[in-house]
């Protein structure tokens, strides 16, 4: 099993700019990719981004490209998910997610965080 804890959450005003943090423990391995998601209000919880372990292959939503970039150091077992000019509709608890690949950490991961609020005012 793999622990997932994230941070760097907060409120911002939009065009602003945040970046979140994953740090993994327990049985991460060369192969374990990991990924972002975010649920707001009433809403399904959605993927936003993912990464491979070697991050040579990552995902973005739509709603997200150009805006938002995820990176990962592995020698600190990190994963980050960058996110620039904010909007309000970006107003979600993220969630940081890992498995074992980009395919499967993108659609039905089996490992997740607790999550970290991020609130874009308007």
């Known amino acids: 099993q793999v622990q997932l804890v994230e941070s760097g959450g907060g409120l911002v005003q939009a065009g602003g700019s945040l970046r979140l943090s994953c740090a993994a423990s327990g049985r991460t391995s060369s192969n374990t990719a990991m990924g972002w998601f975010r649920q707001a209000p009433g809403k399904e919880r959605d993927c936003v981004a993912g990464i491979s372990w070697s991050g040579d292959n990552t995902y973005y939503a739509d709603s997200v490209k150009g805006r938002f970039t995820i990176s990962r150091d592995n020698a600190k077992n990190t994963v980050y998910l960058q996110m620039n000019s904010l909007k309000p509709e970006d107003t979600a608890v993220y969630y940081c997610?890992?498995?074992?690949?980009?395919?499967?950490?993108?659609?039905?991961?089996?490992?997740w965080g607790k999550g970290t609020l991020v609130t874009v005012s308007s």
């Open positions: 997610a890992a498995d074992v690949n980009v395919r499967v950490v993108t659609t039905g991961p089996r490992s």
